[in-house]
């Protein structure tokens, strides 16, 4: 899941070649010429070689970092002046991180003064996560215990934008987007089947207490092509995408071993209870139609107009396979153990129609003061219609069709004014108004469980106040109100505050702060949560050769609440506590004590106290102790380039966990041309 360094020096001896004879240059110097483009830009070269103990897939989790050659950055631009090239009059190409960082890039733009806009795109994103499930956690000393949830998957995003420029105020322009989500994912499985009992046994209690790990490589991929227009027409914007969207997605699950057991160790039932063979496949398709309309305007020297309307319409079928077979408990006492085998498909069609329109307002009542109004509606719609077949045993047939709708509308309306009574304040106040309507249909029959309005105030305030030149200081303060929540973990109330404030106490010395804050209550779990934040940064700037800076932050967050097991022994009932105080400590210097030479250091450790645990269960998460230290020494030879050697070093303590921790070294040796 890297990016083969053949590959990487092939991209390297492209990118000399697209100056040859160019000498380096320092910043400022005259561009030096390619026909009749002036062309400059600098590029990155260096292998890093890394040195890990402990518990590697954390490692990737956080850093992801590996040795090997590194293209850093390249970029090149070229500017010609209009009407000396018939094709191009600039150029840019921009590319970072290829040879195996975690977020490589890369960027090509070419551009015709009144002609074109090209600008083409590429990114990938590599995500890890392997918390370490072999570990023996206390007090029990039972392995196996965390989510055993874990992935190494990678997102790739391409994209093509083209821009016609037919005259100045008509503009047409087109689009071509893909992005692919694919990679290994381990996940739980718990048994079950179309037409397993609830409650009681043989199912009812094996799959309560019965979790498997599952491999289950997984892929997608979205299209997305456009095509629109741009019209100004003299205080007036409009815009229309039209275009297709498709969407394909596919997912198998197999277990990782056979047989494999619960690694719910602490039921001593589970250890008669193996899983044989499981094998389930799911794919989904789905294709809509794209219409995106937005324009803006001002019809008056008083009023600026906005608005749009969007449309989606999302359809497909959805089939899922799956069986599986094993040993099942047979009774309540556990004393009768037999073997099973399931088997079940199903097949679905899918509708989801999306409409959203929104219109909004920007009134200048005065010169000091104006008030914005919005308001927006969105309608999301799921139609789904699925039948299911199920055999236990190759006795106990089970089908049905299941018609499931989901309706919901969201009206929005906000409010807000803003007033400049001087140069230096400026407060503005508004309120926002929020109606959600959700309705869940099941087989024609509403479900008032899931079905629910919701009705939201949200009074907002944000100011701004200079009451010195050297003093900025910045506001904000919101809070909601809901009628009533959707979920157990929606809150009721919410009430959040910032303030900034950045004090220039000389023309070298400068203090910033920030704090943040926010309450929340939910009434009917009886739920709790505060954050309390503040971090403070001072830096100094002693000349052009040095600088430094200090700071120190901290993160005061609690929760707790009461959670309900839906199913489990008596008592169900829990309370949550959730508590930890983080502290980061931060310092970096910048110097350059010679010419040609200079040394750079940058820092932050971070400690973290407090536990989150569920009722009398022992606490999985707590004091956590992460530094982190980058130090880099640079040299400039005289129109050759820069070296530098950078040096980054870290460590990860977990107090509970101790299986996830680790320690790193990371040397990377640098080499920079400018040209």
């Avoid at 890093?48 to 989790?61: A, H, L, N, S, V």
């Avoid at 002609?115 to 370490?132: C, E, K, P, T």
């Avoid at 100011?463 to 010195?468: E, H, L, S, T």
Wanted: hydrophobic share 35%; with cysteine; charged share 15%.
């Amino acid at each position: 899941m890297r990016i083969r360094v053949t590959f990487l020096l092939l991209m390297t001896a492209v990118c000399l070649a697209l100056a040859p004879g160019l000498r380096a240059q320092g910043q400022g110097e005259t561009p030096q010429q390619w026909g009749s483009f002036g062309v400059q830009g600098s590029a990155s070269f260096g292998y890093r070689f890394t040195d890990i103990k402990g518990y590697q897939p954390m490692y990737q989790e956080l850093f992801d970092l590996e040795k090997g050659p590194r293209l850093m950055d390249f970029n090149l631009f070229g500017h010609s002046q209009p009407g000396t090239n018939p094709f191009a009059d600039d150029f840019s190409l921009n590319m970072s991180g290829l040879g195996g960082d975690p977020y490589p890039g890369a960027e090509l733009t070419v551009s015709k003064h009144n002609l074109y806009d090209l600008r083409v795109n590429w990114r990938q994103s590599y995500f890890y996560w392997d918390q370490n499930n072999g570990v023996l956690l206390p007090p029990l000393r039972i392995p196996g215990l965390t989510n055993h949830h874990s992935w190494a998957t990678v997102r790739k995003i391409g994209s093509v934008d083209l821009t016609l420029h037919a005259t100045n105020d008509l503009r047409f322009h087109f689009q071509y987007y893909r992005t692919t989500f694919s990679g290994p994912t381990f996940t739980t499985f718990v048994p079950n089947y179309f037409g397993a009992p609830s409650f009681g046994p043989p199912f009812g209690v094996y799959e309560g207490t019965n979790p498997y790990d599952l491999f289950a490589p997984t892929f997608d991929n979205t299209n997305r092509f456009t095509g629109g227009v741009d019209y100004t027409w003299r205080n007036w914007n409009f815009h229309y995408d039209i275009g297709y969207q498709t969407y394909d997605g596919t997912m198998n699950f197999n277990n990782v071993s056979s047989p494999e057991y619960s690694f719910n160790t602490s039921t001593a039932a589970t250890a008669k209870t193996p899983l044989l063979n499981a094998s389930w496949t799911q794919f989904e398709q789905l294709k809509t139609p794209i219409s995106e309309f937005s324009y803006n305007g001002q019809p008056a020297s008083w009023v600026e107009v906005r608005g749009g309307y969007t449309f989606y319409r999302y359809s497909g079928p959805a089939t899922f396979d799956q069986a599986f077979n094993g040993i099942v408990q047979a009774n309540s006492a556990a004393t009768v153990f037999v073997p099973y085998n399931v088997s079940e498909n199903a097949r679905a069609t899918v509708s989801e129609p999306n409409n959203i329109i929104h219109q909004g307002f920007t009134f200048h009542i005065k010169s000091w003061w104006d008030a914005d109004l919005d308001w927006r509606y969105s309608r999301f719609t799921t139609d789904a219609v699925g039948n299911f077949h199920s055999l236990f045993d190759g006795t106990t047939p089970n089908s049905g069709e299941t018609t499931t709708v989901w309706r919901d509308g969201l009206n929005q309306l906000d409010f807000s004014m803003g007033f400049t009574p001087t140069a230096n304040l400026i407060v503005r106040p508004g309120v926002t108004l929020m109606q959600s309507n959700i309705e869940d249909l099941e087989n024609g029959v509403s479900d008032p469980a899931n079905t629910l309005r919701i009705n939201t105030v949200s009074p907002t305030l944000s100011v701004f106040y200079r009451p010195i030149r050297r003093l900025d200081l910045r506001g904000e303060f919101y809070t909601f109100d809901s009628g009533a929540s959707f979920t157990a973990i929606s809150p009721h109330t919410d009430v959040t505050g910032r303030v900034v404030g950045n004090l220039r106490i000389t023309r070298k010395l400068s203090l910033s702060d920030e704090m943040y804050m926010v309450n929340q209550r939910l009434l009917a779990t009886d739920y709790h949560g505060k954050v309390h934040s503040n971090s403070t940064t001072l830096a100094y700037t002693l000349n052009g050769n040095y600088s430094l800076f200090a700071g120190f932050a901290y993160d005061d967050e609690f929760a707790s609440g009461d959670i309900v097991y839906a199913r489990g022994t008596p008592p169900l009932a829990e309370v949550l506590h959730d508590q930890a105080l983080n502290r980061v400590w931060q310092a970096g210097l910048e110097a350059k004590p010679i010419k040609n030479f200079g040394i750079r250091f940058s820092g932050n450790f971070d400690r973290t106290t407090g536990v989150g645990a569920a009722g009398n269960e022992a606490p999985a998460y707590g004091p956590l102790t992460f530094p982190y230290a980058t130090g880099t020494v640079f040299y400039d030879f005289p129109k050759a380039g820069r070296l530098s050697v950078d040096l980054q070093r870290t460590y990860y303590i977990q107090q509970i966990i101790t299986g996830n921790n680790f320690s790193a070294n990371m040397l990377t040796i640098r080499w920079t041309r400018s040209f």
